[in-house]
């Protein structure tokens, strides 16, 4: 019987021609996907230190070698506190509070979590990334072929969707096979507009999908407590 892992070598094959952005994480055993806008660093093809592995070539040499590296050497570094992958933390933090990272510096979310992006386009800023004239017609083709029509990706009984208007209730139900379920609130401060969230299920009960805006910058500790509470319930009944 197929799992994670045959599902997504044959994830990597057939993106071997066009090189595309995979994602970084625990390919094998992750049971969460977290899905972003898209990457902020530019990708340069065989640089020595380039500071992921998430490009098909990439996972192909790791794969080849029978390695299980979820991202490289991660641990030196220290995100900001308004960074993705901080962010990405500190949720990780709430689902699985026996392996939360206590480092001053890096990240471990790597280490149970695969994290992908919605658009292949990568830049530093969002606005400037949709600018771009193909921007459209990529995200199109993403949702379709990477997202909707590959068992890795579907196969994750956990989904966070991190990129806001990157994707539509009718995208995330036509895709996932799931349906809204109810809509979160967290207060913000006065006069500012509340941070939120979405949940969706499958009939089963068995996939839970959630929406919500960009994990970056000055959000609330709280909107990602709420978030991993929602997560971690629904694993403790479901996984």
Request: charged share 30%; proline share 3%; aromatic share 12%.
């Amino acid at each position: 019987m197929e799992g994670m892992k045959e599902y997504f070598e044959k994830l990597v094959q057939a993106n071997i021609a066009n090189n595309t952005y995979l994602g970084i994480g625990d390919y094998e055993h992750a049971e969460i996907l977290f899905v972003g806008k898209e990457g902020a660093h530019v990708y340069q093809e065989n640089k020595k230190d380039n500071d992921e592995i998430s490009f098909t070539r990439e996972w192909t040499a790791v794969l080849d070698s029978n390695g299980r590296k979820t991202s490289k050497d991660s641990n030196g570094y220290r995100y900001p506190s308004g960074h993705t992958w901080s962010k990405y933390q500190k949720l990780h933090d709430v689902i699985y509070p026996d392996f939360r990272h206590t480092a001053r510096t890096g990240v471990n979310f790597t280490e149970r979590i695969f994290a992908t992006e919605m658009s292949t386009i990568r830049c530093k800023n969002t606005s400037i990334a949709q600018k771009d004239p193909d921007f459209d017609k990529l995200l199109k083709e993403r949702k379709e072929n990477f997202f909707k029509n590959t068992e890795f990706i579907q196969a994750f009984p956990v989904v966070v969707l991190a990129c806001s208007n990157y994707i539509s209730e009718n995208e995330i139900r036509d895709i996932f096979g799931v349906v809204f379920d109810r809509k979160y609130e967290i207060p913000s401060k006065a006069g500012k507009r509340n941070f939120s969230f979405c949940i969706y299920y499958n009939r089963e009960h068995s996939k839970l999908v959630i929406h919500t805006r960009q994990l970056s910058g000055a959000i609330p500790d709280k909107l990602l407590e709420e978030i991993g509470n929602c997560i971690r319930e629904f694993m403790r009944k479901a996984i």
